[in-house]
């Protein structure tokens, strides 16, 4: 049973009679994969792809051909053939797996993919396009609006419309050893070369497009969705696509997509998550808590807005301090979830991601960094467990090459050194490939590298735990006068020129001192970089006054 009518009406003639899912206020980018379940590179990508589409949808709208290659038996391909090869020959699909977003092929290559699709939805708007869908009696009915929103004489503008089964899971593993198949492409609800959609001649002009199709085939119809979109069938290129989601029985749920931003080894109590969720049930979630767990302690942050069913939502938590750090154990124990869902007793599933602990360096720990080709951009910063900055470094000058600094703790503790990148890009990417390490320094002359890495984006953290410190390892400089907190005084070992600067890198003291003890009390509370010059010495120490 099908039936298919298209009319253009001037745009407020719709008036009652709106969709009952809203029309897209942004561009919406249009996902299409090739696979087939012989394919054992498919089945080794399709992990990957389907996370990226279960944390773009909504960006994006995604659906799944299956080929005849290797295995021309798939019965996702069989039941759908006449489909799936018209599609392939629009794109000229020669193998497997193969990936295009908005018309255009690209490698299988996820942050390339991810980054086509941020580019993609850029793209100017000019087509609003929206959905509704009915299912009775085991008739799919669907209504298509598209809205003109500027005048496009364009003739190679055509609609297409299919049904997807959005989870396919299998009895036994298919021949490539998949154990499910996610968007899985069923049926065209018109002929496959799409439907003519003509040109929109004026602004605000629009055309209304059902059909009707008695469903077979799919494996579970509680998993049939529709993907609708316009493609300019010159260029390729997709102008706007839509999405109509498979049901849910579910009221108030939600899921916690990915947990990002977070220490992967840590050795004080500060831990903060950015954290993607999604509204998995019919109602709105306009409040809820979300809730890290670690060790057994738990942090509640209230949530409110206003999340549509599939809408999802990013949420960075504060700083969580008050849960039991764990030195002995081989990991801590993390997990992430939303709870009291819209009032109710509702909780999401649990996302585990655990850290371990820090290092450890013994008596005295070096930093060498080794810059990329804008040094410039990067500096960074030792703190101590409280988060108070002990020492921070100049932006670095020259290109690839090493820098080294051996820290001056006299304490044990747990410590953190922030790397900062102006730029943004971290030491890896298009300016070089720069990199960190961390080595202990003992009293009896021998260094062991106890950790080294990169990093990308404009910050990283490392940190470290200090055992037996000592000032008295070679190649800690600079250090042998001392600060009393107490009485606000400092015991200089010769005499010389002093120079004290607060954190904006104000010069707050400068004067000529003798060997002996120095008293500071006009200094408020704050951290402080003392710098003594000496005949033939340069002192450097950073202090704090309370």
């Keep these: 049973m099908k039936k298919q009518l298209l009319f253009f009406l001037p745009a407020l003639a719709l008036g009652a009679a709106a969709l009952t899912q809203t029309l897209s206020a ?38 799944t051909y299956h080929g005849s290659y290797p295995n021309a038996d798939d019965p996702n391909y069989v039941q759908a053939k006449k489909d799936v090869d018209a599609r392939i020959g629009v794109y000229g699909i020669t193998g497997y797996p193969s990936v295009i977003i908005d018309g255009t092929q690209i490698s299988h290559s996820i942050p390339t993919m991810d980054a086509k699709i941020d580019e993609c939805m850029q793209k100017e708007q000019t087509i609003d396009l ?29 609609l297409f419309v299919a049904v997807i089964e959005e989870d396919v899971p299998l009895s036994k593993p298919a021949p490539n050893m998949q154990i499910e198949f996610k968007y899985v492409f069923r049926h065209f609800m018109q002929d496959p070369s799409g439907y003519d959609m003509g040109a929109f001649a004026e602004a605000g002009k629009e055309a209304v497009y059902e059909n009707s199709w008695k469903v077979q085939g799919l494996q579970n ?65 306009t409040s809820c808590n979300v809730c890290v767990n670690i060790n057994g302690h738990v942090q509640k942050t209230p949530w409110t807005g206003n999340l ?65 080709n804008k040094p410039e951009e990067t500096s960074w910063e030792l703190l101590d467990a409280d988060n108070n900055v ?36 971290g030491i890896v990417g298009d300016f070089g490939n720069g990199y960190y390490k961390f080595t202990q320094k003992t009293t009896d002359g021998k260094s062991k590298m106890i950790t080294q890495g990169d990093f990308g984006g404009a910050e990283h953290n490392v940190f470290f735990r200090l055992a037996n410190a ?41 004067r000529d ?34």
């Excluded at 009915?134 to 669907?142: K, R």
């Excluded at 000032?471 to 200089?492: C, H, I, P, Q, R």
């Design 130 to 158: 929206g959905i509704s869908t009915t299912f009775a009696d085991g008739v799919l009915t669907t209504k298509l609006t598209a809205k003109a929103l500027k005048a496009l004489n364009n003739p190679n503008l055509r």
């Design 513 to 546: 001192v003798q060997a002996g003890t120095v008293s500071l009390n006009e200094l408020s509370a704050g951290v402080y970089v003392v710098t003594l010059a000496a005949e033939n010495e340069k002192y450097t120490k950073s202090i704090i006054v309370k």
């Design 470 to 510: 000592t000032l008295s390892v070679a190649g800690v400089e600079g250090y042998s006068f001392s600060w009393s907190a107490a009485d606000k005084t400092l015991s200089l070992p010769e005499a010389g020129v002093l120079t004290i600067a607060d954190m904006a890198g104000r010069t707050v003291v400068a």
């Design 26 to 63: 942004k561009h919406v980018v249009l996902y299409e994969k090739f696979t087939n379940n012989g394919c054992g590179p498919c089945a080794r990508f399709a992990p990957a792809s389907d996370s990226l589409v279960n944390i773009r949808l909504g960006d994006m709208v995604a659906l």
């Design 221 to 285: 119809n509680d998993e049939m969705a529709v993907v609708a979109w316009i493609q300019d069938m010159s260029t390729k290129e997709i102008v706007e696509a839509c999405y109509a989601p498979k049901s849910t029985d579910k009221t108030d749920a939600a899921k916690v997509l990915l947990v990002k931003d977070t220490p992967t080894a840590i050795c004080s109590p500060h831990y903060t998550a950015k954290v993607w969720f999604r509204n998995l049930g019919s109602k709105p979630i």
């Design 390 to 425: 002990i020492e921070t470094s100049e932006p670095f000058t020259e290109k690839r090459k090493f820098y080294r600094r051996v820290f001056p703790l006299a304490s044990d503790g747990c410590y953190r050194v922030r790397f900062i990148d102006k730029g943004g890009d």
């Design 308 to 372: 549509g069913y599939l809408e999802t939502e990013i949420f960075t938590t504060p700083d969580f301090t008050d849960f039991t750090f764990d030195q002995n154990a081989a990991v801590n124990v993390t997990n992430i979830y939303i709870s009291d869902i819209n009032g109710t007793e509702e909780t999401s599933n649990s996302y585990s991601q655990n850290f371990t602990n820090s290092v450890v360096g013994q008596n005295s720990v070096e930093l060498a960094i080794f810059t990329d």
